[in-house]
């Protein structure tokens, strides 16, 4: 398994085409994945359960929200 974890190809290009950091969090299940954005100048970071590309879509937003929140 490599740094991914579960998460497909697919969905860890999308992530990174966001702007996210991807790392895959084993000790919060097969399917948990650390995501990082950045927005201006706040960074905000945290864990999700990520099996599918409305998963990633959905912690994508409540990432960036919280970024934009801080502002």
């Known amino acids: 398994m490599n740094s991914y974890g579960s998460m497909g190809d697919t969905l860890r ?4 085409y966001c702007g996210a950091d991807v790392e895959y969090a084993p000790g919060y299940g097969a399917h948990a994945f650390r995501l990082t954005v950045q ?3 706040q960074q905000v970071s945290d864990v999700f359960h990520i099996e599918t590309e409305s998963d990633l879509n959905a912690a994508l937003n409540k990432l960036l929200k919280k970024a934009t929140h801080f502002d």
Do not use: P, Q
Not at 13 to 16: D, K, L, M, P, Q
């Open 13 to 16: 290009r999308s992530a990174r």
């Open 39 to 41: 927005e201006g100048t």
